[in-house]
């Protein structure tokens, strides 16, 4: 069955996707010479929090573009939909992607963020974990393209898993959890303490209620450039923003 997306932006040849955003606001957007348009998956704060353009991500993207003179539009799209993204003409950019999504890597620019994906089980389950490997004897929900994104281990262990569920919207994996869907979720930790928080948990309910397997190694992201000429500047001016207090104050800001 072909499923079928809301037409926001021009049909690509063979596949098209869903974009939050206005097509007559998009136009009006992309008149001026110094406006920079950022494609970025959907709602995972505190890095991307879609409501109202803001989370830590979000915010050095547009501050490190601010500085590049550009300002930053964001559009979204399912992650598993955003190493595409650059096949459409009015994009000028990706963001939270890497050579593992996308593999064209002379467009990608130097890791700009870092998450950490953890497995996350109910600790009245007294489910043991020990490696990537393991993972295959439980029922699992992740993330978009996690299957990519966390490389050969999990892809197998994830293939071999009795379910295996990629959610595009994050905020529903605690509540599967919680409801003894599955047994395991795959996701960043600050994200899930971000949706934790959300359903009214404070950190002492998280560490009752959950146990952390820190199974996985870090993740780097980096920004994918439909112009490949910005790609040195930008790295130069993510190099020296991280320098600033104001990136400091940007970290406390989102807890981070």
Same mark, same amino acid.
């Given at each position: 069955?072909? *499923?079928?997306?809301?037409? =926001?932006?021009?049909?690509?040849? %063979? $596949?098209?996707?869903? =974009?939050?955003?206005?097509?007559?606001?998009?136009?009006?957007?992309?008149?001026?010479?110094?406006?920079?348009?950022?494609?970025?998956?959907?709602?995972?704060?505190?890095?991307? !929090?879609?409501?109202?353009?803001?989370?830590?991500? *979000?915010?050095?993207?547009? %501050?490190?573009?601010?500085?590049?003179?550009?300002?930053?539009?964001?559009?979204?799209?399912?992650?598993?939909?955003?190493?595409?993204?650059?096949?459409?003409?009015? /994009?000028?950019?990706?963001?939270?992607? %890497?050579?593992?999504?996308?593999?064209?890597?002379?467009?990608?620019?130097?890791?700009?963020?870092?998450?950490?994906? !953890?497995?996350?089980?109910?600790?009245?389950?007294?489910?043991?974990?020990?490696? /990537?490997?393991? *993972?295959?004897?439980?029922?699992? +929900?992740?993330?978009?393209?996690?299957?990519?994104?966390?490389?050969?281990?999990? +892809?197998? +262990?994830?293939?071999?898993?009795?379910?295996?569920?990629?959610?595009?919207?994050?905020?529903?994996?605690?509540?599967?959890?919680?409801?003894?869907? !599955?047994?395991?979720?795959?996701?960043? /930790?600050?994200?899930?303490?971000?949706?934790?928080?959300?359903?009214?948990?404070?950190?002492?309910?998280?560490?009752? =209620?959950?146990?952390?397997?820190? /199974?996985?190694?870090?993740?780097?992201?980096?920004?994918?450039?439909?112009?490949?000429?910005?790609?040195?500047?930008?790295?130069?001016?993510?190099?020296?923003?991280?320098?600033?207090?104001? $990136?400091?104050?940007?970290?406390?800001?989102?807890? *981070?």
């Amino acid at each position: 069955m072909k *499923l079928k997306y809301q037409l =926001l932006l021009p049909q690509l040849k %063979n $596949y098209s996707f869903f =974009l939050v955003v206005s097509f007559t606001f998009f136009s009006n957007l992309i008149s001026a010479e110094d406006k920079f348009i950022v494609a970025v998956g959907l709602a995972k704060p505190p890095y991307v !929090i879609q409501a109202d353009d803001s989370g830590f991500e *979000l915010d050095l993207i547009r %501050n490190v573009l601010k500085k590049m003179g550009k300002t930053a539009t964001f559009v979204y799209t399912q992650f598993g939909h955003s190493f595409k993204m650059l096949d459409v003409k009015e /994009i000028d950019a990706v963001i939270t992607t %890497n050579s593992k999504v996308f593999t064209d890597t002379t467009k990608l620019s130097d890791i700009y963020i870092t998450y950490q994906n !953890i497995a996350i089980s109910l600790k009245k389950k007294n489910i043991k974990i020990n490696n /990537i490997k393991e *993972l295959e004897c439980f029922s699992i +929900a992740s993330f978009q393209k996690a299957d990519k994104v966390l490389g050969k281990d999990f +892809a197998d +262990a994830s293939s071999k898993s009795p379910l295996f569920l990629k959610i595009a919207d994050q905020s529903q994996q605690p509540q599967l959890l919680l409801k003894g869907r !599955i047994d395991l979720l795959i996701m960043d /930790i600050n994200i899930f303490k971000y949706f934790t928080h959300e359903l009214n948990m404070n950190n002492n309910d998280i560490t009752r =209620l959950f146990t952390f397997h820190p /199974i996985f190694p870090e993740t780097h992201y980096r920004m994918a450039f439909k112009n490949k000429t910005y790609i040195p500047l930008f790295n130069e001016t993510l190099v020296k923003y991280k320098q600033t207090d104001e $990136y400091l104050v940007l970290r406390e800001h989102y807890n *981070l």
